[in-house]
């Protein structure tokens, strides 16, 4: 397994390892972004490590912020996101055996432009169990097409302390990467190579958490997000050019 990884290419999986770095450190700064910073990226250049890489990275960085905060979490809101998120994943399964790769690259650059508006709007919704549940649908359907689960359920959490939103979206994402995963799986999309490729990676994943621990009482959350939310749109944009232009 470790022989087909690409440490034989030192500048790309340098560059893989950047990624997951940064974006390591956007997360554990910010509460949120890991996977809207390392997909759209992932899936120009990288396109190995989408779903499933990414998804393990990102669920494994998910657990430590759950952690951290873990007095704030709010369980019945997990539950309510959890029951959601285990629909939309299988729907995301069945979309994913019926479309062609183009197509599926296209509906992810779709997605993460509409994720990007929806945190940029700021819309604001009653945290209530049928909303939370519905953002859990749509959570599971971009987290397992796209590894990009975060957005929907930010957006109705948006309201709550910071802690609790941080600490509630760490815990529903860490479930449900492991779901997604075990699907993805079933589906044969998720092999040892790319367990191999998340675990030499995980180094530089907790390394970014590491240095994110020192900046977030540092750098204020709002002006990083506002980086990233701006990162996301162009990687997305990009991956649309790449669909249209390159192919």
């Known amino acids: 397994m470790l022989s087909s990884l690409p440490f034989s290419d030192l500048p790309h999986y340098a560059a893989m390892a950047a990624v997951v770095f940064g974006a390591a450190v956007a997360q554990g700064v910010g509460g949120v972004g890991f996977a809207m910073f390392a997909a759209p990226v992932a899936a120009m250049f990288f396109p190995q490590l989408a779903p499933g890489p990414l998804l393990t990275l990102g669920g494994f960085i998910s657990l430590l912020t759950a952690l951290r905060e873990r007095a704030a979490i709010d369980w019945p809101a997990v539950t309510y996101a959890l029951a959601g998120r285990a629909v939309g994943t299988l729907i995301a399964i069945y979309a994913m055996a019926r479309f ?32 939370v549940s519905g953002a859990g649908v749509a959570s ?11 957005p929907p359920i930010a957006i109705v959490l948006q309201h709550a302390a910071p802690d609790r939103l941080r600490a509630t979206l760490g815990m529903v994402l860490f479930l449900g990467s492991i779901f997604s995963l075990a699907m993805l799986a079933l589906a044969k999309r ?39 939310l701006a990162a996301c749109a162009v990687g997305a944009v990009g991956v649309l050019v790449k669909a249209f232009w390159v192919h």
């Open 100 to 131: 062609a790769p183009q197509a599926l690259g296209v509906l992810f650059a779709c997605m993460i432009l509409i994720a990007v508006a929806l945190s940029v709007a700021g819309l604001r919704f009653t945290a209530t169990p049928g909303r």
């Open 190 to 228: 998720y092999t040892g190579y790319h367990v191999g490729l998340a675990l030499s990676l995980a180094p530089f994943l907790l390394a970014g958490f590491a240095v994110s621990n020192r900046l977030r009482t540092l750098l204020p959350p709002r002006a990083v997000r506002a980086v990233l």
């Open 140 to 150: 599971g359907i971009m987290g397992t097409m796209t590894s990009v689960g975060a």
